[in-house]
């Protein structure tokens, strides 16, 4: 059973950053990409940033470009998401998930692409 736990988020003031952390445990596969999804109150669930097995490609929706990076360490099996220059619309619950690919050199930038999903951390940016 595979278990993705989220941690890092917290309330921050506009302009300030965050770092998100994800651990996965319980896999089965040899290689998985990894993404954040977040949710803001209200609202549909939202693609923020997908990397590969490997490393070498991410991918970042647009409204995070530039503020937001991501990455994982596979030796320790973690995800990470570093963001700065947070804003207001950047409030949501932040989602780590990740799905089996075993070409190694995929990015998922759907969140229904992706089947599994850890428990989501809380983001509050106050203006």
């Known amino acids: 059973q595979v278990q993705l736990v989220e941690s890092g988020g917290g309330l921050v003031q506009a302009g300030g950053s965050l770092r998100l952390s994800c651990e996965a445990s319980?896999?089965?596969?040899?290689?998985?990409?990894m993404g954040w999804v977040r949710r803001a109150p209200g609202k549909e669930r939202e693609f923020v940033a997908a990397?590969?097995?490997?490393?070498?490609?991410?991918y970042y929706a647009v409204s995070v470009k530039g503020r937001f990076t991501i990455s994982r360490d596979k030796a320790k099996n973690m995800v990470y998401l570093q963001m700065n220059s947070l804003n207001s619309e950047d409030t949501a619950v932040y989602y780590c998930?990740?799905?089996?690919?075993?070409?190694?050199?995929?990015?998922?930038?759907?969140?229904?692409?992706?089947?599994?999903w850890g428990q989501g951390t809380q983001v509050t940016v106050s203006s």
């Open positions: 319980g896999r089965t596969c040899s290689s998985y990409a």
């Open positions: 990397i590969t097995w490997s490393g070498a490609s991410t």
């Open positions: 998930a990740d799905e089996e690919d075993h070409s190694g050199t995929y990015y998922f930038a759907r969140p229904y692409e992706y089947d599994y």
